[in-house]
Structures are given as C-alpha cells and as structure tokens.
C-alpha cells in the first residue's frame, strides 16, 4: 500500500497540490464542489466501477495552491489499525511507530495547517478497533482536518451523528452514476451513431454505471468480454468460491432476497452467503416500487448480470430456474415466476401462474409488453385453456391496438358456454359483453359498443372491476366521440368514483387521462393541466423505468404544451413520454410521434418532420397496430406539414382522399384517442382554402364547422374557426348571412396578407376564443373598454383591485391574448362587446 499525491507524485511523503491544475471533465463537473467544502467527512460509497478514485483526483486538482493533501491507497485489502496509523504516519512525515494510532490523533488536533487525507478503496472487512479509531478522528475538534473515504460498503461509524451537525457529506450509486444528460453526451462523443433504441437499452441495462457504459462504447462486439474480465479483476476476485457461485446463480433470477438465497442455496448457508455479497458490494441493488412488497428484494444490476451469465451447467440452471420459478410464486411475484417457467421450459407451469394474475396488472410497468411475449412462446391450445387466459389475452391485444386478433381471440370464449353454474355463466358472458363492446368502439361501431357495456355494466361483479373500468371508459369516449361531452363527463365520474372505491391508483389514472382529453377538448387547458399534475403524482412512489401510464399522461402533458405554443417543453415532454412507453405496444404512442413532427414542422425542420412521421408508421406496423386506429390521423400529420411549408393548392388535393373516409355515409367514428379528427381535418382544409383564394368556400364550411363545435362543446376548435371568421369580417350577425364575394378582405387578399390576418392558423391558442365569459368578467371588460383604470372598475363594481386584476387575467387567458388592448379588441371582433 503506498501513499499518493492527488496529481500522481510524492514529495517527501507530503502531497501538495499547486494551483493552476487543468479543470476537472465536463462529466460528473458536478459532483467537484461538493468534495471541496468544509465537511469533516466526504464518503464515497458505490461498487467498483463508479468513478470514486477517478472523482477524488479531479476535485484535488482544483485546489488552491499550498492545499495539503496525504493520500493512502488501501485497494481494499484489510488492514490493522497499527498498519493503518503507522502507513498515515509515514506519509505525514512523522517519527511514529509504537503507538502510532493515540500519537496521530494528536498530531491532528496540535496541527493548525489545513490536511486532507484521502483513503482510496476502504477495505470492507474492518476490526472493532479500528473502527473505533475512526469514530475518535472524526470526533476531534479541529477545523483544519478533513476525511475524504472511497468504500465499496457503507462503514459502519457514526455517520448520524455527523449528518446531525453538518459535517457529513455522502455520495453514493445515485450520484456518482452518470446522469441521463452526460450518458447521452458520452455516447455522443464515443458512439454518435448508435440507434435511439440501442442507446435507451444502453441506458436501462447499465443504470449510469460508469465503468459499464465506457466498456461498452468502447469496444463494440467484444464489450461482453471485457465486461467480464473487469468483474473478473475487480469483483471476483475479492469474495470466495462460494460466493462466486452464487453470484454466478443470481445472474439468472430477477429478483432475490435473504430467505430466497437460503432455499435456493440450502446446503451452503445461502443466507449467509447473500449477506457476504452485500457486504463486498457486488452490485446487488434493493429494489423500489410503490409496493411494500419489495422490501428486502434485490436485483443485480443488468449489465453486469448479462456479463455474468453462461458461468453454470444446463442440469444446474434448470434446477435453479424451477425452484426458483416454485419460490417466487409463493412470495407473489407471479411475473417474475412466469419468466423462470418458460426459461425451464415448462409452459404448463407458466400458463398456471399466469392465470393467478390479476387483470389490471396490463396497466403498469411493462407487463403489457410481457404479456404479448408469453403469447408468443406459449401453444395456443394452452392460451385457450381457460377463460381467464383468454380474457388476458384478449386485453393485451386490445391495449395493443391489435384488434382484427382480439376478435379472433375472444370468440373462442364461445367454447366455455353454457356455463354449469348459472352465476358464474352470467358474469363470464357480462365479461365477453365488456371485452366485445371496447373492441366495437375501437373498432370504430359506436352503436353496437354502446349497448354492449351498457348491458354488461349490469350483470358484472366487484371481482370484474377491470372490466367495469373498460365499460365506462368505452362509454365516456364514444360519448366524446359522438359529441355527447357532457354525457362522457358523466360517466368518467362515475368511473373515478369506481377507480376510487377499488383503492386502484393505476385505474384512477387511466380515467383521468380522459377527463383530461375531455378537458383539452372543451378548451379548459389550465384545468386540464392541474389534472396532469396530479396524476403525475398519483404515479411518482412507482418510479418505474418502462410506465405506460405515466408515457400517456407525459404525452398528454407535451400535447400541452403545444397547444400553448411552447415547443421546447413539448419536445422534452414528448420524448420522455416515448421513452416509458417504448417497449408497450400501444396505439396512444402515435400522438406522441405525429406531436413531435408538428414541432419539428413549425420550426421548419420539414425533413425531420417527416421523419417523425414515418416512425410513427413505422411503429404501427411492427406492434401490428389496426389500420383504422392510425390512418387518418397519419393523414392529418402530412396535410399539417404542406400547410407549414405553404403548399396549399397540394393540400387541398390530397386532402379529397381523406375527406371522402371521414365523411362517407357509413363512415366509423373516428379513433378513440383523436375524438375530433373530423372536424380537424375539415378546419384545416377551409384555412387552406383561405390562402388559396377560395374564401367563398372556406367561409360557408368554417359557419357550419363553427355551430357543429359549438354543439359538441369542441371549443378549442370552435375557437379556431371563429376566430378565422372574425379575421375574416365574417363572424357578426349583422354579415352573417352577407355573401363572401361583397367582403373585399376576404376576396382580394393576397396569400402573404391572408397569412398575415389568420396569423398561425394551427395555433389553438394564437388569439382563440378558448372559453366563454362569465357576466362578472364581461362587466368587467366592458369598463375597460371604456378606457377605466382598475381602481376604477373596483370602485364601479365594488370588487378589490386585487379581484380585478384576477379577472382580467382570466379574461386574456380565456381569449387568447396577451394584453389588454388586445383582448378589447378581440372581444369587439367576436361580439362579446
């Protein structure tokens, strides 16, 4: 063990450190101040791997010159505390050695020269003694001394007591390992051309380890093999035979805990042997989740058990995978048991567990994914077994858009009726009913769906909640779809109140993701936007790194944005939205991709805008998602980008084919997830119409799409016509019925000028009348109209300024503008004054 100064040289065992060092990396820059402030301790605890030694060297270097710096290299082997004093001793240039240990700790105290002593890679095996010795330093009085520690294990001093006085600073896995931003600069600059999916794997394999994420990009195909000659040097290296094989067995479960260990590795004390592995710190991570249940479970961090495996026999992995397939179901953990099954080869056993799952798992982490996978390795004559698996089956498809095989699977519940108890042959039918009415509605049949959950809704249970959930949210979109908004009101209502009742927190926010596209369509985008807020919360004690609840309401939440003109947070909102939702494939992805391709359009960023377009084909077609649930909206997109790049004549053309799908008489309702596809699509056609020159036309469909918005209470998009009407000079009463060819504005304007009037016509919120005044505001306005101060309309309306202020914010916000003179202005164009 040798003593080193932070730069790599020794003077006379004392390490000085000059000024002038070149600044530590941009990676990890972060973590240099912390190091450097005025805490007795700074400890460093991570397996191997993290950056530690690498960290102390960079935040040395930015010391002021004179700065006194002694550092001891324990590479983790143990020591006695005579070794110890005696090493720091020599390194301080002192004449100890009897008695090393008392004399160092007075020197400490004595000295008034500032001293860090740095102790790289604390061994983990540590005396009584010598701990005791290290609580006794970093109880000395003096202000001149500071303990900065690497350990691969939390020792076991009196931290409390120095975290209590401020003296403690810790850093462990959570901050030494890459952030998201400097894992994405580092591949930037090692791997710039490494695919998004390849990157996103990268990511949720190595967790920020640094030392994985470097081997990896480093060395390409053969990164496997350096990964396991790294473990091999740094790891293995460390801990016994025993251990070693049980590490080796770890690599292939998911989750493990003490009492796991100690019946899967019975005759060698597992138990005892886990706890060992924990101590040497061999990336065995708890595991966290919303649920009590994962108290005291561990998992090995992916990258290295994936560098680990293929260490065991083929007899001896079966019989780890069965008995621990056999543990894991007892301790509840069916997913986990399933995955072992079917690695056992053994699907009879797998389709057994599978059928004790509980319907709304689909709903979280990436079980969804999980579910389409089993289908694929199980025979269908055991996916048709039961309806139970059938009824799994028949969701996963369904939530997967995949719905031509929802059909097919779901008529084979046909086989197990009549059913031998009349009760249980009622609900399994109320079920079917449920399954058959979701999939009419997305489908696009809202007449047959409507009946269907209606009647099942009558027969189904407290034990089919799911399937209650599935009724009422069929409902409630069918309803928006029809234009019924009220009625979807209603019944979301009532299936928040069921979500509630279940104490099903996952339920709750699946409802709320269609209150709030009720909320968007109706306009109240602040109601909307505190409804987002409290569904992500609802989700953050589950901080799962594949969520398809918290992709929808992140998805949502960039849609927002959006429509508030705010591209920057959509984009990142957006993204990260896709990035819990990459592995599910769902249909509600697809907003998320055609979002992205809207901001990239109004930037001007046309090539990418149509990049992101065909992802988001791309993507429907490999999940196998139905032609009808992304079609017409894929459509849309394209139009939305020849209206950005003013190609209007090109627009309309291509328009015709999809106008004629959504207005042909047997036309379907539209998705639903796009409630109001209809109606966008004609409303960009009448703006393109404008600025083409065919006004006649535009002012004629813009009246009769207007009242129909009105009538379904799409106020976003009645906003949207009104206001080119009113730009227009076409929205009064007086000129209503006026034809456009006696309006010189709207018949002689050049296309540069109309662009001018309509401003960002695919704004929702360029100078929208987003939402009706209520008589107070309106009073309001009409004073400051007529040119009154606030304190002025406080006095008339014998209100608070305060208050008054408060509704002439409301008033801009419901109107679209920014100030006041322009909301005057706008009222008097609209009518409203």
């Avoid at 005696?86 to 100890?96: C, D, H, R, S, V």
């Avoid at 409390?160 to 959570?174: C, I, K, M």
């Avoid at 998992?299 to 008995?323: D, F, I, N, Y």
């Avoid at 079917?432 to 209606?454: E, F, N, V």
Wanted: aromatic letters at 4%.
């Amino acid at each position: 063990m040798q003593a080193h100064h932070a730069n790599l040289s020794v003077q006379s065992g004392r390490a000085v450190v000059s000024a002038g060092q070149a600044d530590a990396p941009d990676f990890r820059h972060r973590l240099i101040t912390p190091l450097l402030g005025q805490h007795r301790l700074c400890l460093l605890c991570a397996p191997a791997g993290y950056g530690k030694t690498v960290l102390l060297r960079q935040a040395m270097q930015c010391l002021e010159e004179g700065s006194r710096v002694v550092w001891v290299s324990l590479a983790g082997k143990p020591l006695s505390l005579e070794q110890l004093s005696g090493l720091i001793a020599t390194e301080l240039g002192l004449p100890l050695h009897g008695g090393a240990a008392p004399a160092l700790l007075r020197h400490i105290v004595d000295n008034r020269q500032p001293l860090r002593l740095i102790l790289d890679d604390l061994p983990a095996q540590r005396s009584v003694e010598l701990d005791d010795w290290f609580d006794q330093l970093l109880a000395l009085p003096s202000s001149h001394f500071q303990l900065l520690v690497s350990a691969r294990q939390r020792p076991g001093w009196n931290l409390p007591r120095l975290a209590l006085t401020g003296q403690l600073q810790e850093l462990d896995v959570r901050q030494l390992a890459f952030s998201r931003p400097e894992f994405n600069a580092l591949v930037d600059a090692n791997a710039a051309s490494m695919s998004v999916d390849d990157r996103e794997s990268l990511w949720q394999r190595s967790g920020g380890w640094c030392a994985g994420v470097r081997l990896s990009l480093s060395s390409g195909e053969g990164s496997r093999v350096l990964l396991r000659e790294y473990l091999e040097h740094e790891v293995l290296t460390r801990i016994g035979e025993e251990e070693r094989q049980m590490l080796f067995g770890l690599a292939y479960l998911p989750r493990f805990c003490a009492e796991l260990c100690a019946q899967l590795w019975e005759e060698q004390d597992g138990a005892r042997l886990f706890k060992r592995l924990l101590r040497g710190a061999a990336f065995c991570f708890p595991l966290k989740g919303p649920s009590k249940g994962e108290e005291g479970w561990y998992s090995l961090l992916p990258l290295v058990g994936q560098a680990l495996q293929g260490r065991l026999g083929t007899a001896e992995l079966g019989r780890l995978r069965l008995h621990s397939c056999r543990l894991l179901s007892i301790a509840g953990h069916l997913t986990e048991a399933i995955e072992q099954a079917l690695h056992a080869q053994q699907p009879e056993v797998a389709a057994n567990y599978m059928e004790r799952l509980k319907p709304d798992l689909q709903l979280a982490d990436g079980n969804l994914h999980r579910l389409l996978e089993w289908r694929q390795q199980l025979p269908e004559a055991l996916l048709a077994s039961t309806p139970r698996l059938i009824y799994l089956s028949v969701l996963a498809l369904l939530f997967s858009g995949r719905l031509n095989e929802s059909q097919t699977c779901l008529n084979q519940l046909n086989r197990f009726l009549p059913h031998p108890d009349p009760l249980e042959g009622q609900r399994l039918v109320a079920n079917w009913q449920a399954l058959h009415g979701t999939l009419r509605a997305a489908q696009g049949d809202g007449t047959s769906a409507g009946p269907a959950c209606r009647e099942a809704l009558l027969y189904l249970d407290r034990a089919d909640g799911l399937s209650q959930l599935l009724c009422y949210c069929t409902l409630a979109r069918v309803a928006m779809a029809s234009g019924e908004l009220n009625r979807a009101q209603e019944i979301l209502l009532q299936a928040l109140e069921l979500a509630r009742r279940e104490g099903c927190l996952d339920s709750e926010v699946l409802v709320n993701t269609d209150r709030v596209r009720l909320m968007l369509l109706q306009g109240e985008l602040n109601l909307a936007d505190a409804l987002l807020q409290e569904s992500l919360q609802l989700r953050a004690p589950a901080p799962m790194q594949i969520d398809p609840l918290r992709a929808r309401l992140l998805l949502l939440q960039g849609e927002l944005h959006v429509l508030r003109g705010q591209w920057g947070e959509g984009e990142a909102t957006l993204l990260a939205g896709l990035r819990h939702a990459r592995d599910c494939s769902a249909p509600f992805t697809l907003q998320g991709y055609l979002l992205l391709a809207e901001i990239a359009a109004r930037r001007g960023s046309f090539e990418q805008s149509q990049l992101h377009v065909l992802e988001a084909e791309r993507r429907m077609h490999c999940a196998r998602v139905d032609s009808h649930l992304y079609q017409n909206g894929v459509s849309l997109q394209r139009l939305r980008i020849l209206a950005h790049q003013g190609q209007w004549d090109i627009l309309l053309a291509q328009s015709v084919p999809l106008l004629g799908r959504l207005q042909a008489p047997a036309m379907p309702l539209p998705p639903l997830l796009q409630p109001a596809l209809v109606q966008e699509t004609r409303l960009l056609v009448a703006q393109a119409q404008v600025m083409a020159g065919h006004s006649g036309l535009a002012v004629s469909s813009l009246r009769v799409l207007a009242t129909e918005c009105a009538q379904r209470q799409f106020n976003l998009l009645k906003a949207q016509a009104r206001q080119t009407l009113a730009k227009l000079g076409e929205l009064s009463s007086e000129s209503s019925d006026r034809e456009v060819s006696t309006n010189p504005v709207a018949c002689s304007a050049e296309p540069a000028k109309m662009a001018e009037v309509l401003g960002d016509s695919s704004s929702a919120l360029a100078g929208c009348y987003l939402e009706e005044l209520t008589p107070r505001e309106v009073a309001v306005l009409e004073l400051l109209a007529k040119g009154l101060s606030n304190q002025e309309v406080s006095d008339k309306l014998f209100m608070s300024v305060n208050t008054v202020k408060y509704h002439a914010k409301n008033i801009n916000t419901k109107l679209g503008t920014s100030r006041r003179t322009q909301a005057i202005l706008f009222a008097k164009a609209v009518g409203i004054l």
